[in-house]
């Protein structure tokens, strides 16, 4: 399903039991919620201290007079589940709840979070509330959707989570020792395993060097959160079987694989801190284009929720910048453009005390509404009202970047060629960011992914590579897709063992046309250049040397010994074409290289109007989203008559953009 609501979910963390001594606030905020076009409330997050003050006494009194509030008040309810952090008593009777760090010492209680996911009694305790909270609340009509947990993340390295390490790997190679110590490669520095206690979690003071150990590892912590997870929503499936169930991620967390965790949950939502103003907008504004795209990806192009965003500043980036004006309303209409269906902030009102205190926040320390960012929201709200018809709709796309977690992890493990630089999401970003300020739209998945609805894929630095994706590539290939492939690509397998007989592995080299001799790496003074159609760039941190076979050579390399070798590739495979571009260039390259592929693929962008520079164009259903990144104000020529939905005009042929001024027009 892809309609939760029937209009955008406006509203986010709203933590009431920190008024719970002065509840004349809980109206105030009933009145401000009015005012502010807030028509959601994401409550109980952190509060299982005052849903369960001493272990089996409950007070749910509070809760329940809150959720009355709220739907008097035409609010929905997205009621969390409190595993977030848990009550001192907890942590006191039952020290296994509290994390092992790497280093092997239990964590003290504090901070939030710190708990072990294999703790038997943690997931019991959790299992318990979560029955109550269920059974409690099932026909209460204000429940809309369950929030669970809050931004699972991290690793906990204690007996029993070595123990279930352990069983894991044990399943993941098939009980056989002898078939782990050949993949992970364990003849090398002696290091043959002879029983499976000999196996534990990758730590600094112990094993770090076996990348193939590290990779298990993290598909390990990511099974062990779906499975706490799992663990989690069994009461909520059982006795809320209507109510959908989400967990907010967090940007690009390397430590879960989102990829594989999506599937267990009914819809995507996750938490947007863009570090506005603290950085070059248009690299902020692609970067959190992509973060949208990646969400988006993750259920198939299901819409997604902004489940959290701040309404001026946060308090956790290294200096925290108070939003400038309409700030707030390009990154929401951006989440929007891209496929959210919510506006949600966290938080709704500051707290007076704790460590967040100085977060940004719809009701500030002030406690009225006549503030610049109360107004800031009150106005947005009433915009997303205009807007409702785009919920539920999908962004069509024909072109996919390959943004794998897997090769996340990889990319970082290996050691060798430049050891100073991987950024593998940022090589990612770099061969999106040529579509996005075209306004083509494009999906970000991952390497498992279906190839099929696709014209034309981008798979920058796949360096990791398994059978299906060979496979699939192959065929997507032959069938007539276009297919792009990066230096150091389809290098090695899913343990980080080398391809033999030459890059890319096995079968890609027919489909490419070429092989992969060597890879050199440049130090940071090398002057290394390439080509490509008649125009000279500069070769940065690895370039594969490659020879073409059946290939066509599109550039060449105008340095080194490797001068005059090919550097930029394309073959023709069956109906399709492969292309490689053996190169990192942090310059123009990818920018040029797309282009050309655009004009002869003749993809088409959302805009059949000229995009100026820092400007941004993105449809979603019969709307096309613009909006001014850029540093001036922009005027943008719609070349033909549109609806303006903001501001109600009828036929419009020009948009004048403020700087971060944005427009939904339909034709
Ligand atoms: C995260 C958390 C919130 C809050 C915000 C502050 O996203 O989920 O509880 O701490 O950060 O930015
Ligand atoms: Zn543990």
């Known amino acids: 399903m892809d309609k939760f609501f029937n209009h955008i979910v406006h509203g986010g963390d709203y933590n009431p039991d920190q008024w719970i001594k002065t509840k004349e606030v809980w109206d105030e905020d009933m009145r401000l919620m009015k005012l502010a076009h807030i028509n959601s409330a994401t409550i109980n997050i952190f509060s299982w201290a005052m849903l369960e003050p001493q272990e089996g006494v409950y007070n749910f009194q509070w809760l329940d007079e809150i959720m009355d509030k709220l739907y008097e008040n035409g609010i929905d309810v997205i009621l969390a589940t409190p595993s977030g952090a848990r009550p001192p008593w907890m942590a006191q009777k039952y020290p ?84 782990l110590n050949e993949r992970w490669w364990n003849g090398f520095w002696s290091h043959t395993l002879t029983d499976w206690s000999q196996i534990s979690s990758p730590k600094s003071r112990g094993e770090n060097h076996v990348s193939a150990l590290k990779l298990c590892w993290k598909r390990f912590v990511t099974d062990n959160h779906i499975s706490f997870y799992e663990n989690e929503i069994a009461p909520l499936r059982e006795i809320t079987p209507t109510i959908p169930i989400t967990t907010n991620f967090m940007r690009m967390y390397s430590g879960i694989n989102y990829q594989k965790f999506a599937k267990h949950v009914d819809l995507i939502a996750w938490d947007n801190y863009p570090f506005w103003d603290e950085d070059d907008t248009e690299k902020i504004a692609v970067g959190t284009a992509f973060c949208h795209d990646v969400n988006r990806s993750l259920r198939g192009g299901q819409p997604f929720f902004m489940m959290e965003s701040t309404p001026s500043n946060a308090n956790w980036h290294p ?24 506006v949600q902030y966290f938080q709704w009102r500051k707290s007076r005390g704790g460590h967040e205190k100085y ?35 999908r962004c069509e796309s024909k072109v996919a970047v390959i943004c794998d977690w897997e090769n996340m992890w990889a990319t970082e493990y290996f050691c060798g060629y430049n050891n100073l630089h991987r950024d593998y999401v940022d090589e990612c970003i770099k061969w999106y960011k040529p579509f996005w300020k075209r306004g083509i739209p494009v999906d970000v998945i991952s390497m498992n992914d279906d190839f099929k609805k696709y014209d034309l894929v981008l798979a920058p630095f796949m360096y990791m590579i398994n059978n299906d ?36 592995s096995n079968s890609l080299k027919d489909v490419f046309g070429i092989w992969c001799e060597e890879t050199d790496s440049l130090l940071e003074n090398s002057n290394n250049k390439a080509t490509f159609n008649g125009k000279e760039y500069d070769v940065n941190v690895v370039c594969d040397i490659i020879h073409a076979n059946t290939a066509k050579v599109l550039g060449t390399y105008e340095s080194d010994f490797y001068k005059g070798e090919p550097s930029v590739t394309v073959n023709s495979c069956g109906k399709g074409k492969a292309y490689y571009a053996a190169f990192r260039n942090d310059g123009d390259f990818t920018d040029d290289f797309c282009k050309m592929l655009i004009d002869d693929m003749g993809v088409s962008s959302d805009a059949d109007f000229a995009i100026p520079n820092g400007v941004a164009a993105k449809k979603r259903g019969d709307y096309t989203f613009i909006m001014n990144f850029s540093d001036e104000e922009r005027t943008v020529d719609l070349a033909g008559e549109y609806e303006n939905i903001l501001t109600g005009e009828k036929s419009a042929d020009k948009i004048h953009l403020p700087v971060r001024g944005y427009a939904v027009v339909k034709k």
């Not at 926040?361 to 503030?371: F, S």
Request: glycine share 8%; charged share 25%.
């Open 319 to 342: 200096v925290n910048k108070l939003h400038k004006p309409n700030t707030l309303g390009l990154t929401s209409i951006q989440a929007i453009a891209h496929g959210a269906d919510s």
């Open 96 to 179: 296994e709840v509290l994390r092992v760090e790497e280093n092997g010492i239990r964590n003290e209680f504090g901070v939030r979070h710190n708990h072990c996911l294999t703790s038997p009694i943690y997931r019991q305790k959790v299992r318990e509330i979560n029955r109550k909270l269920a059974e409690r609340y099932k026909n209460h009509p204000a429940l809309k959707m369950w929030h669970i947990s809050n931004e699972y993340s991290s690793e906990c390295h204690c007996e029993l989570c070595q123990e279930a390490f352990r069983s894991w790997v044990k399943d993941y190679y098939n009980g056989s020792l002898d078939d």
């Open 469 to 504: 994706t060979e496979g699939k590539i192959k065929n997507f290939v032959e069938n007539g897709g276009q297919f792009v492939m990066t230096y150091l690509s389809a290098v090695a397998d899913t343990d980080d063992r080398c391809f033999f007989g030459g890059l890319p």
């Open 359 to 393: 977060h940004g926040a719809v009701v500030d320390h002030c406690g009225h509404e006549n503030t610049r960012v109360f107004k800031e929201v009150a106005d947005l709200g009433e915009t997303l009202e205009k807007l409702s018809s785009v919920v539920g709709e």
